[in-house]
């Protein structure tokens, strides 16, 4: 069987490989707790739903223009009014097949093989592949101070005469880092110096703890006309707790975005109107939703630090945002000598907890931990995460009515 070389480059998507193995697995009844999802458990807004259910008992299911329709982007130009200060045009929107579909659209748009995108480090697992998939080189960046904030610094000294966009996921994943506003205000004015392509990826932007408030990119842009190489991309998955939604857009400037849509009309033709119709009613419906997702996932935030600070041996930097913390788990990596993906498949095989592997996003040694669940799933799975490393742990361990005994150093 003859495979392209790309596709033999292609890594599998290992957070979508762990939600099917913890599903199947608790599928057969195995007391699975998933702290390794990256979606939130609460239900959608009741508008989205209502508009999704208008639509459906409408019995209007064909097809929808390329870019979205236009009620939808209405819905992005009054949104992107309200939280960003910026009033554009539906030429300058695309709206997608969810806000991965944007940015994998944007980069096919602007990539030729062999061009360099540049990413701060941990990063998204599916940066790397999805440039890759456009023939790119993807180029993550560590800071150099060994924290989750990258400087200017860092990233001017990985730029070359390759390189042809930056991608800027605050608050990130999977870290929850949220960059400074000087940071942000630097990379707008240094890509547009050098005149490299920004992407903003901005799907966690109204997920900020401790009174944090989202940055407004546009606000440090000095180019906004229709040569602007500035990228930002959103959605409702994470927000409105709609991921299984997939609809996300990009706001770009109006030469670029017909290319993107000629691009997205050969891969998947127009995005559900059912599921654009959801969106809609999310965006412009009551928004008191969103900010009790973000009460509840700062909560969770709260009671998972609590418990890592218990947990000898690990250290965990507080995150700012997002429902995601990246632990360093490096002293139990060299305890049990395995590496973060041996130390994840063990963990969940002896306790049936799932945690994502920190080599996944660019870091070895390091679990991506997620708080989407309940306070019980936190506490519950960070405590069988104690028992099945801590050697000084009791030799039992109950989970329901199943007793486990420790056969392991």
Known sequence: MSISIIAQ??????????????AL??????????????????????????????????????????????????????????????????????VSGGAKQAIMVALQTILNPQDEVIFPAPYWVSYTEMVKLCGGVPVPVYAEDGTFYPRMKDIEEHCTSFTKAVIINSPNNPTGAFYSEEFIAEIVE??????????????????????????????????????????????VSKQYAMTGYRIG???????????????????????????????????????SSVESLRRTLENNRNVLMQELNGFEGVHCPKP????????????????????????????????????????????????????????KDITEGIKRMKWALDPNSPNELYIGQRKLVRDWV
Not at 329 to 344: C, D, G, I, Q, V
């Open 25 to 94: 697995l608790r599928a057969k009844g195995e007391p699975i707790i998933h702290l390794g999802g990256g979606e939130p458990k609460t239900q959608a807004p009741i508008d989205a739903i209502i508009h999704a259910v208008g639509n459906l008992n409408s019995g209007e299911t064909r097809y929808t223009p390329a870019d979205g329709t236009p009620e939808m982007k209405q819905a992005v130009i009054r949104y992107t009014d309200e939280f960003y200060d910026r009033k554009v045009m539906p030429e300058n929107i695309i």
């Open 9 to 22: 480059t292609i890594s599998e998507s290992a957070t979508l490989k762990l939600n099917e193995k913890a």
């Open 320 to 375: 700012d945002g997002t429902f995601y913390a990246f632990a360093d788990f490096k002293y139990y990596t060299k305890l049990h000598r395995k590496n973060s993906k041996e130390l994840a498949e063990f963990i969940l095989e002896k306790v049936r907890v799932a945690v994502v592997p920190g080599i996944e996003f660019g870091m070895e040694g390091y679990f991506r931990i997620s708080t989407c669940g309940s306070v």
């Open 190 to 235: 240094f890509c547009e110096k050098k005149g490299y392509y920004l992407i903003m990826d901005d799907i966690y932007h109204r997920l900020l703890f401790d009174g944090k408030h989202p940055i407004n990119c546009y606000k440090y842009a000095k180019d906004l006309t229709d040569n602007s190489k500035l990228i930002v991309v959103n959605g």
């Open 249 to 287: 857009w990009a706001v770009a400037s109006r030469k670029l975005i017909p290319y993107m849509i000629n691009i997205q009309a050969h891969q998947t033709s127009g995005p559900s109107i059912v599921l654009q119709k959801a969106a809609i009613g999310a965006i412009n419906g009551i928004q």
